[in-house]
T-cell receptor, first 111, second 115 residues
Framework: GENVEQHPSTLSVQEGDSAVIKCTYS??????FPWYKQELGKRPQLIID?????GEKKDQRIAVTLNKTAKHFSLHITETQPEDSAVYFC??????????FGPGTRLSVLP | DAGVTQSPTHLIKTRGQQVTLRCSPI?????VSWYQQVLGQGPQFIFQ???????GRGNFPDRFSARQFPNYSSELNVNALLLGDSALYLC??????????????FGDGTRLSIL
């Protein structure tokens, strides 16, 4: 089955710096790659996603890049703010296996 | 429009009991998926229902079962509860089934504690 790894597991950055989180997956048939943000005690919230026919997608301070050949995709957050502090999960949509989530990255933005 | 709604928000049970969790999807969404999230981990897939039929099952024992109703709402049942079943149970809805490249939107979850 699909195996999703996520690195780093924790990340601390200074406010205003950039943060990058990387996910790798194993099944080349996967075709949809969302990122979720989960604040303490709250629901996972979709923040950006990318489909397999696209290499990069950007939404204001957030971007996602996909390398299908290498089977990895990354979340990029620029100009980080304290409210970006949360746990971020990548997921891979693999037909028949539903969403397989990574183990999460705890991002702390220090003022 | 209302998002995904789940009930109850919190539940305390003892070992051996049975529990039913409920989920109402976003209006127009035909697929409901259930996930278990243990503290400090990512959500783990339990079931997906699409158009009232089971479309996928994760690596969970037969004590876990689910169904989807004609209005696309869903129930998750867990029998013979164990201490290890303590977790946040999340419901997510999407317009289409997995594999179609559709986003899933989550509810606030039901926090289940087993004593």
């Amino acid at each position: 089955g699909e195996n999703v790894e996520q690195h780093p597991s924790t990340l601390s950055v200074q406010e205003g710096d950039s943060a990058v989180i990387k996910c790798t997956y194993s099944d080349s048939a996967s075709n949809y790659f969302p990122w979720y943000k989960q604040e303490l005690g709250k629901r996972p919230q979709l923040i950006i996603d990318i489909r397999s026919n696209v290499g990069e997608k950007k939404d204001q301070r957030i971007a996602v890049t996909l390398n299908k050949t290498a089977k990895h995709f990354s979340l990029h957050i620029t100009e980080t703010q304290p409210e970006d502090s949360a746990v971020y999960f990548c997921a891979v949509d693999n037909y028949g296996q539903n969403f397989v989530f990574g183990p999460g990255t705890r991002l702390s933005v220090l003022p | 429009d209302a998002g995904v709604t789940q009930s109850p928000t919190h539940l305390i049970k003892t070992r051996g009991q049975q529990v039913t969790l409920r989920c109402s999807p976003i209006s127009g969404h035909k697929s409901v998926s259930w996930y278990q999230q243990v503290l400090g981990q990512g959500p783990q897939f339990i079931f997906q229902y699409y158009e009232k039929e089971e479309r996928g099952r994760g690596n969970f024992p037969d004590r876990f079962s689910a169904r989807q109703f004609p209005n696309y709402s869903s129930e998750l049942n867990v029998n013979a509860l164990l201490l290890g079943d303590s977790a946040l149970y999340l419901c997510a809805s999407s317009f289409s089934a997995a594999g179609s490249g559709q986003p899933q939107h989550f509810g606030d979850g039901t926090r289940l504690s087993i004593l």
